[in-house]
Nanobody, 117 residues
């Protein structure tokens, strides 16, 4: 079974940057980042797809976040810039059939991001 391990979450000030990493136990065609704030539903943030090729970003993070893959390492990254308090939450890496929470077939354990002064 595929295993996903996230890292890189931290406490950061508003306007700061973080890079999250997701290490996969094997090569995966379609992967995504999702997040969940306390009391809110889990939402998609960004996806990196190989088939068909493309990336997806939630409107709330467009222009600030960037998703990328290092195929040699089976690692996906999420570069987060200009962070806002509303970006706080648990960030999950996932293997997906399509870019939506309903499309996830494997979840990572999550990494915590807190944006606060």
């Amino acid at each position: 079974e595929v295993q996903l391990v996230e890292s890189g979450g931290a406490l950061v000030q508003p306007g700061g940057s973080l890079r999250l990493s997701c290490d996969a136990s094997e090569d995966i065609e379609r992967m995504g980042w999702f997040r969940q704030a306390p009391g809110k539903e889990r939402e998609r943030v960004a996806c990196h797809l190989r088939s068909p090729s493309g990336t997806y970003y939630a409107d709330s993070v467009k222009g600030r976040f960037s998703v990328s893959r290092d195929s040699a390492k089976n690692t996906m990254y999420l570069q987060m810039n200009s962070l806002k308090p509303e970006d706080s939450g648990m960030y999950y890496c996932a293997a997906v059939k399509y870019c939506a929470t309903t499309g996830v077939y494997v979840w990572g354990q999550g990494t915590q991001v807190i944006v606060s002064s």
